[in-house]
């Protein structure tokens, strides 16, 4: 029997007036195509706060700072199981570019359902839509 490698990503949920930010992950990436809230794998003696400072400057060039806790959802993909862990973060400075995305959208909550989305961050939006009715 094999066990599954479970990897521990985090999620930034960062909103701007009713919108929050959408990225699209690249064709040739793992779930090539598929909407995501960025983030990243936590490294080794780091926090999941510390992760998602670093993730969000190295595919978007931009300062921010993790905020609130929102959920944590696994998934298992089959080949490995992904626990992810959202938070909501501030986006301080800097001006977005694409460094891992082809693509970023600000969308209201009724447009994100529209998206396809990687099926680990399918529990975010439905947390999110909860949190915010």
Same mark, same amino acid.
């Given at each position: 029997m094999t066990s599954k490698k479970i990897i521990e990503v985090t999620a930034a949920i960062i909103r701007k007036g009713n919108r929050f930010l959408c990225a699209r992950r690249k064709a040739s990436s793992e779930?090539?195509?598929?909407?995501?809230?960025?983030?990243?794998k936590i490294e080794t003696n780091e926090s999941p706060e510390q992760c998602l400072e670093r993730e969000l400057h190295e595919e978007f060039a931009i300062q921010s700072v993790c905020g609130k806790f929102l959920c944590e959802n696994t998934h298992d993909?089959? *080949?490995?199981?992904?626990?992810?862990?959202?938070?909501?973060? &501030?986006? $301080? /400075?800097?001006?977005?570019?694409?460094?891992?995305?082809?693509?970023?959208?600000?969308?209201?909550?009724?447009?994100?359902?529209?998206? *396809?989305?990687?099926?680990?961050?399918?529990?975010?939006?439905? &947390?999110? $839509? /909860?949190?915010?009715?």
């Open positions: 779930q090539g195509g598929k909407w995501e809230f960025p983030g990243g993909y089959g *080949d490995k199981i992904i626990k992810l862990k959202a938070y909501f973060v &501030k986006h $301080t /400075s800097g001006d977005f570019q694409l460094l891992a995305h082809q693509q970023i959208q600000w969308l209201n909550l009724n447009e994100m359902q529209q998206l *396809d989305w990687a099926e680990a961050d399918l529990p975010i939006v439905d &947390k999110l $839509t /909860s949190h915010y009715k």
